[in-house]
């Protein structure tokens, strides 16, 4: 369907086919196929995934993605208590969840936290999590090949360094990484429900322990926030489930990210021969990957508004696509093609507007160490089996290899 149809039908009275979405487990970093379809329909299409009710917008052009969530009138608070066509079977939001807020809330909220997750914030952090990181890799050496690099790094790794950034104690942190998986796994259901009432349960006490801290770690800038009454509990114990679970996600990134790398040896190479252009790679392939099954959280319109002719009315449902926005030929030529050095690259991996995502520094940061500490400390690792043997997670939200077997 294109543009000029989608202007037409809106004037006409009518709207495009609401096309289903299932939640495919798609393997290696293949696009998903019915995404490609509603792209080349056209910039405002509608959907039906897998679970609630009804239908919902679909928006993937860069220029109007970056417009929805900048837009006061696509209200996530809106999303409570409706029953929004969906992936997950599941949908029991917090009212005062970070991501179900609008700001000025939402930004009163994230602001408590701030101080941790600047580029200056980060920095904090970036000595301790090479430590960890290099000891990762040792253990890795120490062992020899051939290893699961999920297991022995790229999921121990993110889950030592955003628990050393919230301030969760090492004694709990295994605990913490298993709540995550359940949470993430789309297939779990009720068991991914009970998962984060069970993570909020620890978060809440751990919050109140640290009402008199002087820390720098998010829950002790939460847990002082709250005894001054600047927050509720509630809502800071839904930042923090966001950013547990929003850290734990660079393990599916960075698998898919190495999966790109080793099954393109050449990638790899071009990389260790020249550590200045990293920086440049990690955003080619960050705007690259495919993060995620699907969409992720929906909007509701306030208001009627127009998209690209289409009248979206208010009451309706509207998802976007960064996946999709990334892809727009307007703004990144080839956009199929992994060009490491591509430039400009304003890439959406880490979304746009006020639910930027708040970890996305520190996701940045992890990607960087981990590019670095992999290529240099093992110049000659490879895949230890044809990529297309390489195991994919299966019912999640966050895509990324189950294992990623390797040798060197």
Known sequence: MTEETLVEEARTGTAPPVRH???????GVAFDPVLSELMEQGPVTR??????????WLVTRMDDVRTVTNDPRFSREAVIDRQITRLAPHFIPARDAVGFLDPPDHTRLRRTVAPALTAHG????RDSARRMLDELVDDLLANGPPADLTAEVLSPFPVAVIC??????????????????????????????????????YFAELL?????????DIASLLGTAVARREIALAQAVGLAILLQIGGEAVTGNSGQMFYVLLSRPELADRLRADRRSRPRAIDELLRCIPHRNTVGLSRIALEDVEIKGVRIRAGDAVYLSYLAAN??????????TTDLTRSPNPHVAFGFGPHYCPGGQLARLESELLVDALLDRLPNLRLAVPPEQVPFRKGVLIRGPETLPVTW
Do not use: C, K
């Open 21 to 27: 979405w299932p939640a495919f487990d798609l393997t």
């Open 47 to 56: 959907i039906e995934l897998p679970n609630g009710e009804g239908w919902a």
């Open 164 to 201: 050393e950034l919230m301030g969760v104690p090492v004694a709990d942190r295994q605990g913490m990484h298993a709540w995550t998986r359940q949470i993430l796994a789309s297939a779990h259901g009720a068991a991914g429900e009970q998962a984060r009432e069970e993570m909020g349960t």
């Open 327 to 336: 892809r727009d030929p307007d703004v990144f030529p080839d956009p199929g």
């Open 122 to 125: 980060v920095e904090r952090v």
């Open 208 to 216: 109140d322990a640290r009402a008199d801290s002087a820390g720098e």
